[in-house]
Every structure is written in C-alpha cells, then in structure tokens.
C-alpha cells in the first residue's frame, strides 16, 4: 500500500469511528439532539455537563481520540451529538466562556 493509499484508508477509519459515536448517542440517522442537522462534518460530542476542555487534555486530544476513548469506554453517559452550532448556543446560555477569551472581551 502506498502512502496516498495508505491516508485514504487512515481517513476512512476517522470517519467511520465518528459515525459509530455519533449514531450511538443521537441514534439512526447521526443528528444534532437540538437542532437535527444530519451533516455528519457539522457534528460534534458535546459533554452534557460541561467540562470538555479538562476531559480533553486529560485523555489526550479531541476529535478522533475523543471518539476512540468513548467506544473503548463503552461509550458512558453523559455525553450527546451537537452541531457546531447548538454547541456555541449552549456554551453561551450556560455562559461556559473559556478563560482565555474573557481576557479578549475585558
């Protein structure tokens, strides 16, 4: 297998591991639990408590090894499917502002 081969397969994978996770917290088709956008790119894992940003660096990364430490965990409770969207509406309605973005806003 050659390297371009080889990426393709890699980004096959990452796709297929997302649409695992996706489906099995929002159901068939993967949507967002708020808004129902379907478009899986559009589609992220939202901690339903808050939290994200510490549980992130402790497993060590977002996106794909986020999505492989939840089907390794025997994908746990308190998480859900948002869009980008939904999760900029939730953030700023539960007024999760990152730290480094309030000295931006002062």
Request: net charge positive.
């Amino acid at each position: 297998m050659n390297r371009d081969e080889s990426l393709h397969k890699e980004k096959l994978e990452r796709i297929e591991r997302k649409s695992d996770v996706m489906r099995h917290y929002s159901g068939e088709p993967p949507h967002c639990v708020m808004c129902g956008e379907s478009r899986l790119i559009c589609l992220s894992i939202d901690h339903v408590n808050g939290g994200g940003t510490k549980h992130i660096k402790k497993i060590g990364g977002g996106g794909s090894t986020l999505y492989s430490w939840l089907r390794k965990n025997n994908y746990p409770k308190g998480f859900q499917v948002l869009c980008m969207n939904c999760q900029f509406v939730k953030r700023e309605m539960n007024q999760e502002v990152r730290p480094r973005l309030l000295k931006e806003y002062e």
